[in-house]
């Protein structure tokens, strides 16, 4: 797959940083949500809950990928 692009390198690097900032935070939200589902604490997660925030994460897992492409191809 070629990645082209026009934004300057340090534009993609700090998106990429925001991207995997975003990512810690809600992987560590995710496992909390895990955790508190599994020890009956009294917070209410639903399997979907947990499955949303999966496929959100994949989403950014994806994005911060192409942004690592889209450095390198500079």
Same mark, same amino acid.
């Given at each position: 797959m070629t990645i082209t692009t026009s934004y300057?390198?340090?534009i +993609?690097?700090?998106y990429r940083?925001?991207?995997e900032n975003d +990512? =810690? +935070?809600l992987e560590q939200e995710k496992l909390k949500?895990? =955790?508190s589902a599994g020890?009956?604490?009294g917070f209410?997660?639903?399997h979907r809950e947990i499955a949303a925030m999966q496929q959100v994460l994949e989403v950014l897992r994806t994005f911060r990928n192409l942004l690592i492409n889209a450095q390198a191809a500079r």
């Amino acid at each position: 797959m070629t990645i082209t692009t026009s934004y300057p390198s340090h534009i +993609l690097q700090q998106y990429r940083q925001r991207v995997e900032n975003d +990512l =810690r +935070l809600l992987e560590q939200e995710k496992l909390k949500v895990e =955790r508190s589902a599994g020890s009956g604490m009294g917070f209410d997660a639903s399997h979907r809950e947990i499955a949303a925030m999966q496929q959100v994460l994949e989403v950014l897992r994806t994005f911060r990928n192409l942004l690592i492409n889209a450095q390198a191809a500079r």
